[in-house]
């Protein structure tokens, strides 16, 4: 348990599980095999996870361009799951192999419509990276490749991710337990 901005936080994984996690993912990926990757981290929740497993990516050898979208759904949490992108990518995907990365895959809105967007752009390939699976909330028709670790349905914060902007910068993944 850590005090951060006022709150108790419940670590869920730590800094030594998601290395570790990163580290197998890469090697995985490696295994995988690609032909003029390019890494798509879908922000803002992703950067630090795309930040950590593109250097793991580079201990195997891998060397893909690295690229982000921002994407945005229309009414998180409703039923919709309209997704619009905030901006875009500068690169070509065509006949490229493309690796998305997001943090969570949770009802998979908005990977799905990043996939079906890659696709309809001529990408070879499209895999899928997830630090957390939150397999239990899933909606879209879609599933990831490479996944750090099953998520249970909490809210969680950290390595990137946020709750109201805030707690985007913990080197962990925790729980907001309530005040301190
Ligand atoms: P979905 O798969 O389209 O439902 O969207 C998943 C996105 O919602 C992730 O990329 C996160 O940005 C956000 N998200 C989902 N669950 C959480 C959470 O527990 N904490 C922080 N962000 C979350
Ligand atoms: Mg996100």
């Known amino acids: 348990m850590a005090i951060v901005r006022g709150k108790e936080i419940e670590v869920l994984f730590s800094v030594e599980q998601i290395a570790e996690q990163n ?48 994407l945005a759904s229309y009414g998180a949490g409703t039923t919709g799951g ?50 957390l699976d939150k397999h239990s909330k899933r909606k879209a028709d879609i599933d990831a490749d490479y996944v750090g670790f099953d998520c249970p349905d909490y809210f969680v914060v950290g390595y990137g991710m946020d709750v109201g902007h805030a707690f985007r910068e913990l080197p962990y993944v925790g729980v907001v337990k309530g005040d301190a």
Do not use: Q, W, Y
């Open 82 to 131: 309209e997704v619009r992108i905030l901006r875009d990518i500068e690169s070509e995907v065509k006949d490229r192999d493309v690796l998305l990365i997001d943090d969570i895959l949770e009802s998979g809105n908005t990977l799905k419509f990043a996939r079906d967007l890659m696709i309809e752009r001529g990408a070879n390939k499209v895999n899928i990276a997830v630090l």
């Open 23 to 70: 580290l197998k993912m890469a090697a995985e990926i490696a295994a995988g095999g690609h032909k003029d990757l390019i890494v798509i981290a879908i922000l803002k929740g992703s950067f630090v996870f795309a930040a950590d497993l593109i250097r793991a990516l580079h201990a195997v050898k891998v060397e893909p361009e690295v690229e982000f979208i921002s």
